[in-house]
């Protein structure tokens, strides 16, 4: 979750370090830190709290002007957010400096070893037990890259370590195991992080660390090793996107210019799509035809609103290839014991592609034998690189913590997945898929219309800003939705949300209806499925006649549901597998603006980072 830079290069070390940060908060922002080698020495700062503690910091008691250095944005995991337990940690001479993103699951023990050999440690965390040991393992080989692979060798766990020495001014090195790390390449300057971001304004060609390496940074090149020091392969690629892409564009947060931009991202997701033979075609697809002809089991494994999108996805796989489909939560997935095998199909989202509990149940999946294919946002991540066949979806970057473009656009790619199976199978007829495709297509200007009608959205979630309930109801593909909606409200405006199947009205929920407790319910459209649109509007009147406040979404031209909504969001007419794609925003928007109504971090709710990168 944490945010990681390392630079070595001509420019000032402690101004890319800390534009990289401010690029990589939103994967933690409990407490930020710096480390500069000049002047044959080590000088570090670091504060609790977010970015802007470390700059005050710095202004106060500046560092030394240094070519190389490393930085880090903490989401806290050993040892609460304070001073001490914040990034980088050095060693009792304060010579080595390291910097870490995961979780080092044998630090007790090590730690116990060290202070038997007469260390002292200033922290709570399980990273700091990695500087003593660099120290120690540099003492006796004078190589920071050689001490990283022994350290390595020794580490239980999920991490990415990024360390210097004040006796290797110009290195900087850094390793990986389950955990993301990037290399940037520059004109006689190199970079690591988290993620591309941190770098972009700079070079645009990074190189992909695979599974236990170490990587060592000098300003004329790059070594990428094993653990056990044998030379390794690097992966060189070009990332797509620009500097601009990351900022925010004149928008107050950078979940408002991501919410304008799903019109975009939807349609960047379906570009190339569709092959000269009119055939459905994905990024990288390592499983034969024959193969998916045999899956007897679709099982789809997520978190959060990857999740959501998953048990939409499950809607349209079943309907359009007659495959049973089933949805998991990751992190629940590999610790049940689930029945798998090589004629299972295993879908694995996420957003970012480093989503640990993810990863996990993708690498369980595979041991059972199982085809696994990623639907991802991210190039270069670890699930894709560890599945059989990608999606990527184009959504650019997200930088909000609480997921927006990503989630509509996981939704659009698992539609594509689903017309590939069909049509590999057989089960749906190549006009059959044109067609849906076509409306795919559609949906972007929908997107764009549904924006465009948000103000009166606005103001109804500003007039709610002082509830402490609101609840959520859909029917079909209007349940997930629902559950997102309710999602984002918890994320941002920290409130009780619940969603529901409105179904399940009766069997329970009800009890929880009051005078003016604010109801949203995500209506399905009266085209095609007129026995759930009747039911859930029986439904609303339910707890219309409980005192319930009625915050309606459906389509234009339903006219059933006028007379039982206090408030009603009009959405465009789509074929109903779609609507999801249109219902979701509003709640979007409404999530947005009832936290900002009460004062919330949109950008960086409490206790939430980007990317959860450990279990």
């Known amino acids: 979750m944490c945010g990681i830079v390392g630079y070595v290069g001509s420019q000032s070390a402690l101004d890319v370090v800390m534009a990289g940060l401010k690029r990589?908060?939103?994967?933690?922002?409990?407490?930020a830190g710096v480390a500069v080698l000049a002047d044959g020495g080590l000088a570090a700062a670091k504060k609790a709290g977010k970015l802007v503690n470390l700059e005050k910091e710095l202004v106060e008691r500046p560092l030394p002007t240094g070519l190389t250095g490393i930085g880090h944005t903490r989401w806290a995991t050993h040892g609460g957010p304070t001073d001490a337990n914040a990034h980088p940690h050095l060693d009792n001479a304060g010579r080595v400096s390291v910097v870490h993103n995961g979780i080092i699951e044998n630090f007790a023990a090590l730690r116990t070893e060290l202070e038997e050999r007469g260390h002292t440690l200033a922290s709570e965390t399980d990273t700091e037990v990695v500087a003593h040991l660099l120290a120690e393992e540099f003492s006796v080989?004078?190589?920071?890259?050689?001490?990283?692979?022994?350290?390595?060798?020794?580490?239980?766990?999920?991490?990415?370590?990024?360390?210097?020495?004040?006796?290797?001014?110009?290195?900087?090195?850094?390793?990986?195991?389950?955990?993301?790390?990037?290399?940037?390449?520059?004109?006689?300057?190199?970079?690591?992080?988290?993620?591309?971001?941190?770098?972009i304004s700079h070079?645009?060609?990074?190189?992909?660390?695979?599974?236990?390496?170490?990587?060592?940074?000098?300003?004329?090149?790059?070594?990428?090793?094993?653990?056990?020091?044998?030379?390794?392969?690097?992966?060189?690629?070009?990332?797509?996107?620009?500097?601009?892409?990351?900022?925010?564009?004149?928008?107050?947060?950078?979940?408002?210019?991501?919410?304008?931009?799903?019109?975009?991202?939807?349609?960047?997701?379906?570009?190339?799509?569709?092959?000269?033979?009119?055939?459905?075609?994905?990024d990288e697809v390592r499983i034969s035809a024959a193969e998916l002809r045999e899956v007897d089991k679709v099982v789809i494994v997520a978190c959060g609103t990857a999740f959501h999108a998953g048990m939409i996805a499950k809607y349209a796989i079943e309907h359009w290839t007659r495959i049973p489909c089933e949805v998991e939560l990751a992190s629940e997935f590999r610790y049940r014991d689930p029945i798998l095998g090589p004629r299972s199909l295993v879908i694995a989202i996420s957003q970012s592609g480093e989503t640990m509990d993810t990863l996990m149940a993708?690498?369980?999946?595979?041991?059972?034998?199982?085809?696994?294919?990623?639907?991802?946002?991210?190039?270069?991540?670890?699930?894709?690189?560890?599945?059989?066949?990608?999606?990527?979806?184009?959504?650019?970057?997200?930088?909000?913590?609480?997921?927006?473009?990503?989630f509509l656009t996981q939704l659009v790619a698992c539609y594509l997945v689903a017309l590939y199976l069909g049509?590999?199978?057989?089960?749906?007829?190549?006009?059959?898929?044109?067609?849906?495709?076509?409306?795919?297509?559609?949906?972007?200007?929908?997107?764009?219309?549904?924006?465009?009608t948000m103000?009166?959205?606005?103001?109804?979630?500003?007039?709610?800003?002082?509830?402490?309930?609101?609840?959520?109801?859909?029917?079909?593909?209007?349940?997930?939705?629902?559950?997102?909606?309710?999602?984002?409200?918890?994320?941002?405006?920290?409130?009780?949300?619940?969603?529901?199947?409105?179904?399940?009205?009766?069997?329970?929920?009800?009890?929880?209806?009051?005078?003016?407790?604010?109801?949203?319910?995500?209506?399905?459209?009266?085209?095609?499925?007129?026995?759930?649109?009747d039911k859930i509007v029986s439904n609303i009147q339910e707890i219309r006649a409980r005192g319930a406040r009625t915050i309606v979404i459906a389509e234009e031209g339903d006219e059933a549901v006028v007379p039982y909504a206090d408030h009603l969001i009009r959405i465009p007419a789509t074929p109903t597998l779609l609507q999801p794609l249109v219902a979701t925003v509003p709640l979007q928007v409404f999530a947005c603006e009832l936290a900002t109504a009460r004062g919330n971090e949109v950008d960086q709710p409490r206790n939430l980072a980007k990317s959860v990168t450990v279990e």
């Open 203 to 282: 070079t645009r060609s990074a190189i992909e660390l695979g599974q236990d390496q170490v990587v060592e940074l000098r300003r004329d090149g790059v070594t990428v090793t094993g653990f056990d020091g044998r030379p390794a392969d690097a992966q060189p690629y070009h990332v797509d996107w620009d500097a601009s892409a990351a900022e925010k564009g004149g928008y107050d947060y950078f979940m408002l210019k991501e919410i304008a931009e799903q019109p975009k991202a939807v349609a960047d997701t379906l570009l190339g799509r569709i092959d000269a033979a009119g055939s459905l075609r994905l």
């Open 141 to 199: 080989t004078a190589d920071l890259a050689e001490a990283m692979r022994l350290v390595c060798r020794r580490l239980e766990g999920a991490f990415t370590l990024v360390a210097v020495h004040a006796d290797e001014p110009d290195v900087v090195v850094g390793a990986r195991r389950n955990s993301p790390l990037v290399v940037g390449v520059g004109e006689g300057e190199a970079f690591l992080a988290s993620d591309v971001a941190a770098f």
């Open 24 to 31: 990589l908060e939103y994967r933690g922002y409990d407490s």
């Open 455 to 533: 103000k009166p959205v606005r103001a109804l979630a500003r007039s709610l800003a002082d509830k402490k309930t609101v609840l959520f109801l859909g029917r079909h593909v209007g349940y997930p939705v629902a559950l997102e909606g309710a999602l984002k409200l918890k994320e941002l405006a920290y409130m009780h949300a619940e969603g529901f199947a409105a179904g399940e009205l009766k069997h329970g929920p009800i009890a929880l209806i009051e005078e003016d407790l604010p109801v949203v319910v995500v209506v399905p459209s009266p085209r095609g499925r007129s026995v759930i649109h």
């Open 423 to 452: 049509q590999v199978r057989g089960t749906k007829w190549g006009d059959e898929i044109s067609a849906v495709v076509r409306d795919l297509s559609h949906i972007s200007g929908e997107v764009e219309r549904v924006l465009e």
């Open 362 to 406: 993708l690498r369980h999946a595979r041991e059972q034998g199982s085809k696994v294919l990623a639907i991802c946002n991210t190039n270069g991540s670890t699930i894709p690189r560890e599945s059989d066949a990608v999606l990527y979806t184009h959504a650019g970057p997200e930088v909000a913590v609480a997921s927006t473009k990503a």
